[in-house]
Nanobody
Framework: QVQLVESGGGLVQPGGSLRLSCAAS????????VGWYRQAPGKQRELVAS???????NYADSVKGRFTISRDNTKKTVWLQMNSLLPEDTAVYYC?????????WGQGTQVTVSS
């Protein structure tokens, strides 16, 4: 079973940046497409970015040009660099497989964008 640990969230002002990390417990993580999801209060969880094992990337329109997903398969880690943050980016951010989010969810990391 893959265990996921997200970190790097925090409170940031609009226009600021954060870098989130997702560390996996097992090497099988490295052969899967992995995504960053987020869930804002009162809203459904949504996929914002994904990266294949070959490092092809895809982004939701709402974050395109501002967020960058990357991975290091040897370190079993995926990152999300978030720039030009907006208040509407406030959410708990999670990583999981794509499609289907088949692994158990981690605890997530809270991102709050506020002045």
């Amino acid at each position: 079973q893959v265990q996921l640990v997200e970190s790097g969230g925090g409170l940031v002002q609009p226009g600021g940046s954060l870098r989130l990390s997702c560390a996996a417990s097992v090497r099988i993580f490295s052969i899967h497409t992995v995504g960053w999801y987020r869930q804002a209060p009162g809203k459904q969880r949504e996929l914002v970015a994904s990266i294949t094992s070959g490092k092809s990337t895809n982004y939701a329109d709402s974050v395109k040009g501002r967020f960058t997903i990357s991975r290091d398969n040897t370190k079993k880690t995926v990152w999300l660099q978030m720039n030009s943050l907006l208040p509407e980016d406030t959410a708990v951010y999670y990583c999981n497989s794509v499609p289907g989010a088949v692994w158990s969810w981690g605890q997530g990391t809270q991102v709050t964008v506020s002045s």
